[in-house]
């Protein structure tokens, strides 16, 4: 498998608009236009865990001939971690199920809640994206 098989530009595309979100919520803002921030930076959260896992799993049935019935979400996280392209399954659960959450029922607890761990989540999928991107290289 080649890096061609597997297209990471979309993905790399997430992660810097999150990048981009979560410093513009950073800065000095009023209240009003940070609010407006602060839902773009959820959203963006929402669709680079989407993606991420779907290029995860994509991976794991190109690389490693997983069916779908093997990657269950736990699964794909676990084999990641096992494979050395994530360090804690655990925390990508934990990503995917916060994704989930404000995807199913928005409300501000839950954005506050996202907006505590999208930094982490940030630091993560770059690890993953790079990972990835050398495992594709090599």
Same mark, same amino acid.
């Given at each position: 498998m080649n890096k061609? @098989?597997?297209n990471l530009s979309n993905l790399n595309k997430c992660i810097e608009s999150l990048k981009?979100?979560? /410093? @513009? !919520?950073?800065k000095n803002y009023d209240e009003k236009i940070k609010e407006y921030i602060s839902d773009s930076c959820i959203k963006?959260?929402? !669709? +680079? &865990?989407?993606? /991420?896992?779907? &290029?995860?799993?994509? !991976? =794991?049935?190109l690389q490693y001939g997983k069916t779908d019935k093997? =990657?269950?979400?736990?699964? #794909?996280?676990?084999y990641m971690e096992g494979y050395g392209l994530i360090t804690s399954w655990d925390s990508w659960k934990n990503y995917y199920n916060n994704?989930?959450? +404000? $995807?199913?029922? %928005?409300?501000?607890?839950?954005? $506050?809640? #996202? =907006? /505590? #761990?999208a930094e982490k989540f940030l630091v993560d999928a770059?690890?993953? %994206?790079?990972?990835? /991107?050398?495992a594709l290289n090599s």
């Open positions: 061609d @098989d597997l981009e979100c979560l /410093s @513009d !919520y950073k963006r959260f929402e !669709y +680079t &865990v989407e993606t /991420s896992w779907k &290029v995860m799993k994509r !991976y =794991l049935k093997e =990657l269950t979400m736990n699964n #794909i996280f676990r994704r989930n959450n +404000t $995807s199913h029922e %928005y409300n501000q607890e839950k954005a $506050s809640e #996202i =907006l /505590s #761990i770059e690890e993953f %994206y790079n990972n990835l /991107s050398k």
